[in-house]
């Protein structure tokens, strides 16, 4: 009896501590959101669920990102059959703007101590006169910038609304109220704190981890990551619809690392690669074109040009700005190939310039094309252009070193006939040419004008001894 008792309590020791441990993924979502991050997480869930994880864990320190993004984040963990938590940690990290949305779709929303979240406000609303550009772009969720105090004193109906978000158009209100129901929406899925979710739009409100589990904002506050497992252990959540109970038992953490899909796609959709790529691109075609047979630039072209068009479809690009990038370009080339004396190339640059600028349809940090690489590469195609009319207007002060009309004014040598017809040798070339002078043959005689395929030639001294005169 007392081995039986032994072996079935080795056989449960066994179970609890080998047979049955779970998977805690942990995701780490660390700087702007953009569509590599959102690719990335994406994915990481679904082969979560693939690989029967128990549990997900997002690890985030965020200032925010695209909206775009953010929601393809949102919206995989809202589908996730799995539990998924984010965790604002370690202590010095925060979930801004967009960070903050995620947190609150997240089925257990958590924040380690010294952290803080919120700030959720369309920034270019909120700002004054609506000048002050926002750092989220198409988001546009990200940290409000505080106002400059104004020497005017306040209306009655602004000391009324003092703290809201002023939208002065229609597209504003619809852009806001649009925030504001959104998150309403994410709190409001797993009974968090609906009022002060939508004050984080309304009123750019953030705050810290302790105000944040006071106002039912987060379900609690972990240290580190064993303290989140075991605080989660054994709550109930919402998938999908359904009341679940997470369940955690003998936990094995897996650090999943950012994998060369996820490397690539950071690189080529960083908006200054891809402005580079698109440029060589369409300099490499161009360049081929003009130049075929020469094979390396249509080939390295075409690479980068599909590069940029792929990352450009992930970007919030304006279309605009890409048509006049474009424009710019043709008429720059057509400068070099059609000389207006600097018309076309000058209407390029300026085009060039402004598409540029123009191109990122986003203030997001980090999701715009840096002003030096535009004035760079801008001042590039300048000093071009400037070449190339500067070699023309040179080119056409040389004299013909091509085509018949060279002929004129060169020494020939008399090979048969004249007077009348005869036949002279010029450069190498037997022509027709006419003199109704006599000349003699090996006489030296220079030509005059050009019919067709006819020479005029002249006598270029008189005769010697021995040719008679005339």
């Not at 008792?5 to 979502?29: K, N, T």
């Not at 980090?366 to 023309?392: C, E, H, K, M």
Request: hydrophobic fraction near 45%.
């Amino acid at each position: 009896m007392r081995v039986t008792s032994f072996c079935a309590a080795l056989f449960l020791w066994f179970m609890s501590f080998g047979a049955i441990a779970q998977d805690v993924w942990v995701i780490g979502i660390q700087g702007g959101i953009g569509p590599a991050t959102s690719d990335y997480v994406s994915r990481e869930i679904e082969q979560a669920h693939k690989e029967q994880a128990a549990f997900i864990v997002l690890k985030v320190d965020t200032p925010g990102g695209l909206d775009s993004s953010m929601r393809d984040i949102i919206r995989a963990i809202t589908t996730s059959p799995i539990p998924v938590a984010t965790w604002v940690g370690p202590a010095g990290a925060r979930a801004a703007s967009a960070g903050t949305y995620i947190l609150l779709a997240s089925h257990v929303a958590a924040m380690a101590p010294g952290t803080n979240l919120g700030a959720a406000t369309p920034v270019s609303i909120g700002a004054p006169g609506g000048k002050e550009p926002d750092d989220s772009g198409s988001n546009p969720f990200a940290p409000k910038k505080e106002p400059k105090e104004s020497k005017e004193e306040p209306t009655a109906e602004e000391s009324k609304d003092d703290g809201k978000v002023k939208a002065k158009t229609a597209m504003e209100k619809k852009v806001i109220n649009d925030a504001r129901a959104y998150i309403r929406g994410l709190a409001k899925l797993h009974d968090r704190n609906e009022e002060w979710a939508e004050t984080a739009v309304t009123e750019a409100a953030s705050i810290d981890a302790e105000a944040a589990l006071e106002l039912n904002v987060i379900d609690f506050m972990a240290s580190d990551l064993d303290s989140l497992i075991t605080k989660s252990n054994g709550r109930s959540v919402m998938i999908n619809g359904l009341e679940s109970k997470i369940e955690l038992v003998n936990v094995a953490y897996i650090e999943r690392e950012q994998d060369w899909r996820f490397k690539l796609l950071s690189v080529i959709t960083n908006p200054n690669v891809a402005y580079i790529l698109m440029l060589i691109g369409i300099y490499g075609l161009l360049l081929e074109f003009y130049n075929p047979g020469v094979g390396l630039p249509g080939v390295l072209g075409g690479i980068c040009l599909l590069l940029a068009m792929y990352s450009l479809q992930m970007l919030p690009v304006s279309y605009a700005g890409l048509g006049l990038i474009l424009l710019g370009i043709a008429l720059m080339v057509s400068e070099a190939f059609s000389p207006s004396f600097g018309v076309l190339g000058l209407g390029g640059i300026v085009a060039f310039a402004l598409g540029s600028i123009m191109l990122m349809d986003t203030e997001t940090p980090g999701y715009q094309i840096a002003i030096p690489l535009i004035v760079g590469l801008t001042a590039v195609s300048a000093l071009f252009t400037f070449v190339i009319l500067t070699l023309l207007l040179k080119s056409r002060r040389k004299p013909v070193t091509t085509g018949v009309e060279v002929l004129l004014g060169q020494e020939a040598t008399v090979v048969s006939g004249f007077p009348g017809q005869g036949r002279v040798l010029v450069d190498g070339e037997i022509w027709q040419a006419n003199c109704l002078r006599p000349l003699s043959k090996g006489q030296k005689v220079t030509v005059t004008n050009i019919k067709g395929l006819s020479l005029d030639v002249v006598l270029d001294k008189e005769p010697t001894i021995g040719l008679g005169k005339e």
